[in-house]
């Protein structure tokens, strides 16, 4: 999430680096939210453990701490089409497709079926940083599906009518619990 970003000064040169499109999902057991995001790093390999960073103003900020589960689907090039109608408003499995979603076996978190990779993650840490969290998860999960390229943020382009901010959907599913210990 770009907020605030044409103020600063430093986002064109950050906008030149390649990264990968992730969309970011969680859920709680009452609703789960997804928007995309491009601030994911593994921050530890023993155990391991990726990070992400969230706007505290998205839905799915408050979703994260109730529901202390996230997952992250590294998006496949061929999925340009899907992105683009979820950045227009097709942010629910409804309106993007009843096939394009699954749900993790370790998490029950939304994740994009046809990805390249999912990870699935137990919240550890949330730091507060100013405008943003940064999210810490113990990944119990990290699947390559296809060996595909990625879609790089700097291959998107220019997308119009991109609808924000991003809502969450209703979604009762139960969910799994986290294991008192993870292998």
Same mark, same amino acid.
């Given at each position: 999430m770009d907020t605030g970003?044409?103020?600063?000064?430093?986002?064109p040169i950050y906008d030149g680096r390649r990264r990968g499109t992730f969309i970011i999902s969680t859920s709680d057991g009452t609703k789960s939210h997804m928007h995309n995001g491009c601030w994911v790093s593994p921050v530890s390999h023993k155990p391991p453990r990726m990070g992400f960073s969230m706007a505290k103003e998205m839905e799915g900020a408050l979703i994260v701490q109730k529901g202390?589960?996230?997952?992250?689907?590294?998006?496949?090039i061929d999925q340009y089409d899907l992105l683009v109608s979820f950045l227009q408003g097709a942010q629910t499995p409804a309106l993007l497709g009843e096939q394009s979603i699954?749900?993790?076996?370790?998490t029950g978190v939304p994740l994009w079926? $046809?990805?390249?990779?999912?990870? #699935?993650?137990? =919240?550890?840490?949330?730091?507060?940083?100013?405008?943003?969290?940064?999210?810490?998860g113990r990944t119990v999960s990290a699947v390559t599906l296809r060996k595909t390229p990625d879609l790089l943020v700097n291959d998107i382009g220019n997308?119009?009518?991109?609808?924000?901010?991003?809502? $969450?959907?209703?979604?009762?599913? #139960?969910?799994? =619990?986290?294991?008192m210990e993870e292998p």
């Open positions: 970003a044409k103020f600063d000064w430093t986002e202390r589960r996230f997952g992250l689907s590294l998006l496949a699954i749900y993790g076996n370790k079926d $046809g990805a390249k990779a999912h990870f #699935e993650c137990w =919240l550890d840490d949330l730091i507060d940083l100013g405008d943003f969290y940064w999210m810490i997308i119009s009518k991109v609808k924000m901010p991003f809502r $969450g959907y209703g979604d009762v599913r #139960e969910l799994p =619990l986290q294991p």
